[in-house]
């Protein structure tokens, strides 16, 4: 069992920046690592994913704007999201993959305003 916590969401004017963390209770060393969120009314989709080693994988409506990063020493990914849009205002979920296995955190709401 992994236990998955995120961090750095908020209320952020549209055209800022937010960067989420997410600190995992165990080694995510070789896990897939993603970013989820789900829109208010909508289904959760994916943002963004890094592969243990190193590639990544961006949601067409974030690509130049958001950057996923994974730092395994510390059992975090981070999520540098810029240039944020009221479109992106959702609850934002850390996952973490390894084989048949799948966790999740609790989230982290992140609006952005006008």
């Known amino acids: 069992q992994v236990q998955l916590v995120e961090s750095g969401g908020g209320l952020v004017q549209a055209g800022g920046s937010l960067r989420l963390s997410c600190v995992a209770s165990k080694s995510i060393l070789g896990n897939t690592m993603g970013w989820y969120r789900q829109p208010p009314g909508n289904q959760r989709e994916l943002v963004a994913r890094i592969f243990g080693g190193g590639t990544r994988n961006y949601a067409d409506s974030v690509k130049g704007r958001f950057s996923i990063s994974r730092d395994d020493a510390k059992n975090t990914v981070y999520l540098q999201m810029n240039s944020l849009k009221l479109e992106d205002t959702a609850v934002y979920y850390c996952?973490?993959?390894?084989?048949?296995?799948?966790?999740w955190g609790q989230g982290t709401q992140v609006t952005v305003s006008s």
């Open positions: 996952n973490a993959a390894s084989g048949w296995r799948s966790y």
